[in-house]
């Protein structure tokens, strides 16, 4: 029988959320970048809707105001974030990352956050060749500044729609997120699997039916469960 499928979210799932994700941390190296800093009252806002995506207030709202604040930003910064944020990610994760595309396990990255910052930290923490597909917003660019987004995977039920496209089974796919752009896949799949590195979401989604890990390398009880 084939191997199962992983399907991973980014942000807060393969990269912890130490305070900010990939997003966030984005716009904060923008607003007080030296050489080009925000005026005041635009790195009020920006502060704004960071807090406010911090509690997931802003949702759909969210992505307008991100791009309209990196608008000009140039791609290097892209690179300057993503190869910090690569360190976060750490060394047992990494492993267990590694065994699993060893073991035969086709990975995947769904994300509505930005795959261009994905792609780059999975890259600068030399994880881009153990996943098949890394899909989610991406960047526009003109003259190696962001002028704007294509928005491929901006709501959670696209990640559902995406999945369905792949022709995938919800019985041998392993859906690995860490909240609520990930529900709509949680419910698809069977193998459902919430990552919980403090405790609080056990107890905010305990009438729901998820497998709850504290740390990725915690995946491979779950998927020894499932293939037994």
């Known amino acids: 029988m084939k191997k199962l499928t992983i399907i991973w979210d980014f942000d807060g799932t393969l990269l912890p959320i130490e305070p900010f994700d990939s997003e966030q941390s984005l716009l904060n190296h923008r607003m007080t970048r030296p050489d080009h800093p925000f005026a005041w009252f635009k790195k009020g806002y920006a502060k704004a809707i960071i807090y406010a995506d911090q509690r997931e207030w802003l949702r759909k709202g969210f992505k307008k105001s991100y791009i309209r604040l990196l608008k000009g930003t140039p791609a290097s910064a892209l690179d300057e974030v993503c190869r910090d944020l690569a360190e976060k990610i750490s060394t ?7 065994q699993l595309k060893n073991d ?4 995947m990255v769904l994300s509505c ?13 030399g994880l881009s060749d153990c996943f098949s597909l890394i899909e989610g917003n991406r960047f526009q660019f003109a003259e190696d500044r962001i002028v704007g987004m294509q928005l491929q995977l901006p709501d959670p039920d696209d990640k559902l729609k995406r999945v369905k496209l792949l022709k995938l089974s919800p019985e041998r796919t392993i859906i690995v997120g860490d909240g609520y752009t990930d529900l709509p896949l949680f419910k698809w799949s069977s193998i459902p699997v919430m990552i919980d590195r403090t405790g609080k979401k056990k107890k905010r989604f305990t009438s729901h039916n998820f497998y709850f890990i504290t740390s990725i390398p915690e995946i491979m009880n779950v998927v020894g469960d499932a293939e037994n």
Not at 92 to 98: K, P, T
Not at 113 to 125: H, N, P
């Open 113 to 125: 956050g930005t795959a261009d910052l994905s792609e780059r930290v999975l890259k600068f923490a």
């Open 92 to 98: 047992a994760d990494r492993n267990s990352l590694w």
């Open 104 to 107: 035969g396990y086709d990975m």
